[in-house]
Each structure stands twice: as structure tokens, then as C-alpha cells.
């Protein structure tokens, strides 16, 4: 009897020795694991460890969002090289001077409206008009309903709203641009087109826009407040020499 239970303290632990052994070994290859993706993480995006810091952001994010600026930094280099002068950065905060940080889908929205209104014959400065008035409509952002039923970029409603949604892929901000600019150039709202080319500066532009074009209520108080948008767009953007 005494040595059938020295047998089965015997395999008891065994038992007990080979699960703690196991559950180690688990244990190191986690941590290896966790270590290696890490260390390979902190080499890629070393450069950019200053946004590690970004209140809100998630880890898929915040990779995306160096991913973009190694982009935006080749991007910059090719353009110094063709003597370019605009410094595509990632680095821009909201221009109401919040000190909220942009994420990835406004600033790539920014760039993309910015090439389309100086492609279609807009100075920086008319273009950045635009961005600044985008910034009060929508915060950039493509998708956004009001609770009034406005939608997009510029919270179309009503007939233009009803006239975008005709467009292929209408949600997105570049249909939402191309938009803007056929209604501008030849179309509803020429008139406004003309208003804008006559403005120099891009305080003066974000406000005609702002009346001419996407006339809010409270008209003179939010052509102000879009001038200074503006200002603050125009010089993060690198446009001011």
C-alpha cells in the first residue's frame, strides 16, 4: 500500500514538474515574442517617437500614421530636389488653436483638396481659403451628417446635397472636391468663383468663400473666424515664405 502511493506521489509530480515547465516555456516565447515586435517597431518609426505621445491615438493608428509621414518625408525630398517649395507635413494641429493634433484621414483630406483647388487655378492661398472653410463645416471629414441633414467636406444640403449624390462614390472627399469645383467653374455658383479670384490674401479668400460660397448663418462673425483658420492653415503648411 505505501508503495502504491510513494507510485502515485511519484506521478503527481511529474505531473506538477512538466506543467511548470510548460507554462515557463510559454511564458518565454510571449515575452520573446512581445520584444522582438517591439524592438522592430521602435527601428522603423524611430523618427517619429515625439508623436508616441498623442492623446487618443490607438496602436494601429498611430503605425498608419508614421507609415504616412515617412511618405510625407520622401515626398518633401523629391520636392526639394525639383525646387518645389511646399513641405507636405503631417505635423498639423487644428486651426482654432485647440492644440489638437490632426489624425491621418484629415491630413491626407487637407492635401487632397489642396492639390485639386490649385490644379483647377487657385492660388495657395484661395486653396488654403477653401481648406479653412472645410475645417468649419466638417473638421475635414468626408462622411460627416449634421444633425440638420448636411453632409460632407462642406455640409452640402438641399439641392447640392441632392445633386452630389447623382456622383459616383459621393461620400468621398475627392468626388466632394471635384464637386465643389465644377459648381464653382461654370456652374450654380460662378459668381462666387469670381469673388474668390479677386482675393490675394488667404484671410480674404477663406472669408469670401465663406460668404459667397457656403454662406452659414451668422454670416460676418464666421468669415472672421475662417479668416483666422486660414491664417493659421497657411502657415503650418509651409505656404508662407
Not at 466638417?138 to 452640402?156: C, E, M, N, V
Not at 445633386?163 to 467653374?185: C, G, H, M, N, Y
Not at 462666387?192 to 468663400?209: F, K, L, N, P, W
Amino acid at each position: 500500500m505505501d508503495a502504491e502511493k510513494r507510485e502515485e506521489k511519484k506521478i503527481k509530480g511529474c505531473f506538477l514538474y512538466w506543467m511548470l515547465f510548460f507554462v515557463t516555456i510559454v511564458v518565454l516565447i510571449i515575452a520573446l515574442l512581445f520584444w522582438v515586435t517591439h524592438a522592430s517597431l521602435g527601428s522603423v518609426f524611430e523618427d517619429s517617437s515625439s508623436d508616441a505621445s498623442v492623446v487618443g491615438y490607438s496602436d494601429t493608428n498611430y503605425i498608419a500614421f508614421a507609415v504616412f509621414r515617412e511618405v510625407l518625408a520622401e515626398s518633401r525630398r523629391q520636392e526639394a530636389e525639383n525646387g518645389v517649395s511646399v513641405s507636405r507635413t503631417i505635423d498639423l494641429y487644428a486651426p482654432d488653436g485647440s492644440g489638437l493634433i490632426l489624425d491621418l484621414e484629415q491630413v491626407e483630406n487637407i492635401w487632397l483638396a489642396y492639390d485639386k483647388f490649385v490644379e483647377a487655378g487657385y492660388t495657395d492661398e484661395q486653396a488654403v481659403g477653401f481648406l479653412s472653410n472645410m475645417y468649419a463645416e466638417s473638421k475635414f471629414r468626408s462622411d460627416i451628417w449634421s444633425s440638420d441633414g448636411y453632409y460632407g467636406l462642406f455640409q452640402f444640403g438641399g439641392g447640392r446635397l441632392q445633386r452630389l449624390q447623382q456622383l459616383p462614390e459621393w461620400w468621398t472627399a475627392k468626388t466632394q472636391v471635384d464637386f465643389a469645383i465644377s459648381e464653382l467653374q461654370g456652374g450654380l455658383e460662378w459668381r462666387a468663383h469670381e469673388r474668390v479670384m479677386q482675393t490675394d490674401a488667404a484671410s480674404e479668400a477663406a472669408g469670401t468663400i465663406s460668404r459667397h460660397y457656403i454662406r452659414p448663418s451668422r454670416g460676418a462673425y464666421e468669415a472672421r473666424i475662417r479668416g483666422e483658420y486660414a491664417e493659421s492653415l497657411h502657415e503650418q503648411m509651409g505656404l508662407i515664405d
